[in-house]
């Protein structure tokens, strides 16, 4: 009884597996069934060089076959036959088995130098390799190839040695994040920046590093931010690059605190300079006059015209502090240049306008086409009246002409003020403020000039001529 219950519990345990065997090969889809066929056949197909073995004995079977038919049916002995048929067969087996071997050997070769190349191991060559048969030819197409990968990856190499020295050495933090916005690279000032080591840094979040705003809005422009390694203004731009086809983003900080820290200490320099020069030329002849003054009325009795030295002395002071006024002022106006008010304007118009204002020399104005800029046009009237000013001036020492004219160049005007004076001594100290060579002059009519056109987005340049004694003002606006 207990064999039976067995036997009926095992038949009924084959029952379930094959009716469970038969329901998957009913849910089994006919992709599938096809997959699992492939498979089989492929398990079942020969491999290559014992193909190329059974197609060599194949080949060798006929005339096999019509020499073992003329050993046995020809008149010799049994022993002859059964040698015969033996070294016959032997013979044909070592043939079909050398060619194997032959035609197996190369591929091995073939693909072991194609599994190092994909290793990434381009050392390994080929022999034997000639330029005389097709296997050969291949065999140095290969070695060749390795060769020439061997070298890009030197030169990969090198050039990525090179680019992490640079970003290793360079002062300006640089942060690679993907598209999680977690951190990826980081180099050594980007690690000062945030005062922590790169082991730290990598794989957190824009957020906890406190670079969230840098990867939103616009991708270049001037910030305001405090970080653990330092607080100022800072230039960020920020692009995007792709790696193993995810996109990521790159993004670079330059302190400019220090750099306006350091043009800002050279510009109270030359202003303080300046400033000094300016004061001491008043100041030093007002106290002279003075003390002069002390004296005269301290004596007994008076001199008969003290009166007229009292006059001479306090004109001379109010001369130079009416000076002194004036500098102040155009000191103020030049820190003060209020910015541009930009309305369509014909340059031509605005050229032939200003040139008839100037009545001490008649300014040639060449002709050309209308061209028209946007631009403000009360301080362009401005700009062009100091150069012109300046253009008939030099001219007036020589007896020379004045030339203006414009013309278009890409995206750019470009008005050229020409003179035939004496030209251009020294051209260090043109947009020095307060620099002048005339007498009466305020040395703020080419620094104002050149403000005006950098507010415009253009650009003032001086230089002298090259074709002849003078000098030439380029004055270039964006259109």
């Not at 809005?217 to 001037?222: D, G, H």
Request: glycine letters at 8%; aromatic letters at 6%.
């Amino acid at each position: 009884m207990v064999f039976r219950g067995m036997h009926d519990s095992g038949h009924r345990m084959s029952a379930r597996r094959h009716g469970a065997q038969a329901e998957e090969h009913k849910q089994t889809t006919p992709v599938k069934r096809q997959v699992r066929l492939a498979q089989r056949m492929k398990r079942r197909r020969l491999k290559f060089e014992t193909r190329v073995f059974w197609l060599t004995v194949l080949t060798g079977s006929p005339g096999s076959i019509v020499a073992l038919l003329f050993l046995w049916l020809g008149d010799y002995e049994m022993k002859t036959r059964w040698t015969g048929s033996v070294l016959l067969v032997l013979f044909w087996w070592a043939c079909a088995l050398t060619v194997r071997h032959r035609v197996r050997f190369p591929l091995q070769t073939l693909a072991n130098l194609l599994a190092a190349i994909r290793e990434g191991d381009y050392s390994i060559r080929a022999r034997d390799a000639r330029s005389d048969d097709a296997l050969g030819e291949v065999m140095l197409e290969l070695n060749a190839l390795s060769e020439d990968l061997r070298g890009e990856r030197l030169d990969a190499i090198e050039a990525t040695a090179l680019l992490s020295k640079v970003m290793a050495e360079i002062d300006v933090a640089v942060f690679t994040f993907d598209g999680d916005q977690r951190l990826r690279l980081v180099n050594r000032a980007g690690e000062r920046l945030l005062s922590q080591p790169s082991e730290r840094l990598l794989g957190r979040s824009a957020l906890e590093l406190g670079l969230a705003e840098c990867l939103q809005e616009e991708p270049a422009r001037t910030m305001e931010i405090a970080f653990p390694g330092g607080m100022g203004r800072w230039g960020m731009r920020r692009s995007t690059f792709r790696e193993d086809g995810v996109p990521h983003q790159l993004l670079v900080l330059t302190d400019l605190s220090r750099a306006l820290r350091e043009e800002e200490r050279q510009a109270w320099q030359r202003l303080l300079r300046v400033l000094g020069h300016e004061l001491n030329n008043s100041l030093a002849p007002i106290k002279s006059i003075a003390g002069s003054l002390e004296n005269l009325v301290a004596k007994d009795p008076l001199p008969e015209d003290w009166r007229e030295d009292m006059r001479a002395g306090m004109a001379v002071i109010a001369g130079r502090t009416d000076s002194l006024g004036r500098f102040m002022s155009a000191y103020s106006r030049l820190a003060r240049l209020p910015p541009p008010r930009r309305q369509p304007l014909d340059v031509r118009a605005s050229i032939q306008r200003i040139a008839a204002l100037e009545t001490r020399l008649t300014v040639q104005v060449q002709s050309g086409e209308t061209i028209t800029v946007r631009a403000d046009s009360d301080q362009l009237d401005q700009l062009l009246i100091n150069l012109l000013r300046n253009a008939v001036d030099a001219s007036l020492e020589t007896g020379g002409t004045v030339t203006v004219g414009c013309i278009r160049t890409g995206s750019h005007v470009e008005i050229r003020i020409q003179d035939e004076g004496p030209g251009l001594a020294n051209t260090t100290n043109l947009f020095v403020p307060f620099f002048t060579t005339k007498p009466e002059g305020s040395g703020i009519g080419l620094v104002l000039s050149r403000q005006i056109a950098e507010a415009h987005g253009g650009s003032l340049s001086l230089e002298n001529r090259g074709d002849r004694t003078g000098c030439v003002a380029c004055l270039r606006l964006p259109l």
